[in-house]
C-alpha cells in the first residue's frame, strides 16, 4: 500500500475500491429490505392467524414486535455504526435479518413467529444507520450525493409496494412460511455482496460508551413508542399508556443527567439541521402514517372494496413516492433541502386534504387517486430532504447517529399519527365524518411544519 492511501485510512476517510454505483445499489437493497419486510408480512397476517388461531390482539404482535425492536434500537445501531466499521456493522444487522427468519421456518407456535419478528426489527435498527452513514461516505456532500440519497429513498419507498404485492403472492402459493424463507435468503444474499461492494472502513474506539444513559436512552424511545400505540386504547390501556410515557419522561431525564456520549452525543442535538430535520420528521410520518391508516378503513368499509383491492387501490402512493425520489437528488442540487423539504411537506398535507372530499358515491380517480399522487410525490420530496438535512453539518465520525435520530423521529410520527387521529376521528358518530376530521387534522399538522421549516434558515 503506498504511504499516501495509509495516511488517507489513518485520517478516517472511505477508500473507494469499486465503483459508488455498484455499493449505492447494494446499500438501497439492503435499506428497501426494512420496508419490504414490514409491508410482505402484511399480506400473510390472515394465513399465520389462520394456522395459530391467534386473536387479532395477538396477532398484532407480528408486527409490533418488528417496530418496537426497530423504533428502540435504531440509536444504538447508529451508535455502532460510528464506532465501528460500518460495512461490519451493516452486514452484523443484514445477518440478523436473515436469522430472524429462522424461528418463523421452524415455529410451532405464534410466539416463535414474534420472536424472529423482533431479532428482524432489532437487525433492520442496526442495518439503516449504516447503510445511510455509507452513502455519505461514498458520495460526500455534494451532487453526488444528493442523487444517490433520491436512489436510497427510492429503493425503500419502491420496496414497501413491491412488498404487499409479493407477500400475497408468495401466500397465496406456498403459505406464509414461503414469506420468510424469501426474506431471510434475500436479506443474506445483500449481506454477502455488501461484503463484496463496500470499503472495510474503520473503527473508532476512543469513543466513551456510557452503558447506564445508553440503556436509558433505548427505554426513553421504547416506552415513547409503545405508550404512544397504547393511547389509542381506552380504559386501563389509556391508564397504562399514561404510566408508560411518564416512565419514559423519567428515562429522558436520566439520560440527560448523564451527559457525555450515551449513543448519541448531546452535542448533535444542538446542531440546527438535525433538529428541524427531526421535528419535520414527527410531522411527516404522523400525517402519512396516521392519515393512511383511514384510507384502507374508507375503501373497505364505506366503498365495499374486499382487502385485496384496497390494497392495490392503494398501491400508487408507493409507486409516487419511488419515481418522485428518483428525481429529487436534481432538485435537491438546485434548490436546497430546506427548500424541497417545504414543498414535499406542503404537498403530502395538500394530497390529504384532498381526501376530505370523499364520499360514498366518488369514484376512486377523484378524489381518492388523485389524493394518494398528490401525497406520493409529495413523499418522494420530503423523505430524500430529510435524510440530506439531517446529515447537513454532521461530522463524519457522527453520521450514523444524525441519521438514526431522523429515523427515529419517523418512528415515534408514525405511531403518534394513527393514535391521535383516531381520537379525532372519534369526535363524530358518521364514520366518513370522522374520517374528514381525521384528515385535516394530520394535513394542518404536516402544512404547519412545512411552514416552520420554510421560515427556519437551517439547511
Known amino acids: 500500500m503506498s504511504t ?5 485510512s489513518e485520517a478516517g476517510t472511505v477508500p473507494r475500491p469499486r465503483p459508488p454505483l455498484l455499493a449505492l445499489l447494494v446499500l438501497s437493497a439492503a435499506a428497501g429490505l426494512d420496508a419490504g419486510s414490514v409491508a410482505v408480512l402484511n399480506s400473510a397476517l390472515p394465513a399465520l392467524g389462520a394456522e395459530f388461531e391467534a386473536a387479532p390482539g395477538t396477532l398484532s404482535w407480528a408486527v409490533g414486535g418488528y417496530a418496537l425492536a ?15 466499521p460500518r460495512r461490519r456493522v451493516l452486514t452484523a444487522g443484514l445477518l440478523a435479518l436473515a436469522a430472524g427468519a429462522v424461528p418463523a421456518l421452524a415455529a410451532s407456535d405464534f410466539w416463535m413467529v414474534a420472536a424472529g419478528r423482533i431479532v428482524q426489527g432489532a437487525g433492520a435498527a442496526i442495518t439503516i444507520p449504516a447503510a445511510t452513514a455509507l452513502v455519505a461516505d461514498l458520495y460526500p456532500a455534494g451532487s453526488g450525493r444528493s442523487r444517490a440519497l433520491g436512489v436510497f429513498a427510492s429503493a425503500q419507498a419502491g420496496s414497501y409496494g413491491l412488498g404487499l404485492v409479493l407477500g400475497g403472492v408468495l401466500t397465496g402459493a406456498a403459505g406464509w412460511r414461503l414469506v420468510f424463507a424469501v426474506q431471510g435468503a434475500a436479506a443474506l444474499l445483500t449481506a454477502l455482496a455488501a461484503v463484496r461492494a463496500l470499503p472495510a472502513g474503520t473503527a473508532d474506539r476512543g469513543r466513551r460508551v456510557d452503558p447506564v444513559g445508553g440503556a436509558a436512552l433505548v427505554a426513553t424511545v421504547v416506552l415513547l413508542v409503545l405508550g404512544v400505540d397504547l393511547l389509542s386504547h381506552r380504559g386501563a390501556g389509556r391508564l397504562f399508556a399514561v ?11 436520566l439520560w440527560w443527567r448523564r451527559g457525555g456520549d450515551a449513543l448519541i452525543d448531546r452535542a448533535l442535538l444542538r446542531i440546527a439541521t438535525v433538529r428541524t430535520s427531526a421535528g419535520a420528521a414527527v410531522a411527516f410520518y404522523f400525517c402519512v402514517n396516521g392519515s393512511l391508516f383511514f384510507v384502507p378503513l374508507y375503501l373497505q368499509d364505506v366503498r365495499g372494496m374486499s382487502p385485496a383491492q384496497s390494497g392495490l387501490a392503494v398501491l400508487p402512493v408507493s409507486v409516487a413516492v419511488s419515481g418522485t425520489a428518483l428525481l429529487t437528488g436534481r432538485l435537491l442540487e438546485r434548490l436546497g433541502a430546506r427548500t424541497v423539504l417545504t414543498a ?8 390529504v386534504l384532498l381526501w376530505c372530499l370523499t364520499s360514498s358515491q366518488s369514484p376512486y380517480v ?5 389524493g394518494l399522487v398528490v401525497t406520493g410525490v409529495g413523499q418522494g420530496l420530503a ?3 430529510l435524510t440530506v438535512l439531517g446529515l447537513r453539518g454532521v461530522p463524519r465520525a457522527s453520521q450514523g447517529a444524525a441519521s438514526a435520530v431522523t429515523a427515529t423521529a419517523l418512528q415515534i410520527g408514525s405511531g403518534l399519527g394513527p393514535a391521535v387521529l383516531a381520537g379525532a376521528a372519534s369526535t363524530s358518530d358518521a364514520a ?3 374520517q374528514h376530521v381525521a384528515f385535516m387534522v394530520a394535513a394542518a399538522v404536516v402544512g ?9 434558515r437551517a439547511g
Open 383 to 385: 423523505f430524500p430532504a
Open 366 to 370: 377523484w378524489p381518492v387517486f388523485a
Open 4 to 8: 499516501s492511501a495509509s495516511r488517507t
Open 448 to 456: 404547519a411544519a412545512g411552514v416552520v421549516v420554510a421560515v427556519r
Open 344 to 351: 414535499g411537506l406542503l404537498l403530502t398535507g395538500g394530497g
Open 432 to 434: 366518513l365524518t370522522g
Open 243 to 253: 404510566a408508560t410515557l411518564a416512565g419514559a419522561v423519567g428515562a429522558a431525564t
Open 70 to 84: 426497530f423504533a428502540g434500537l435504531l440509536l444504538a445501531g447508529g451508535a455502532l455504526a460510528d464506532r465501528f
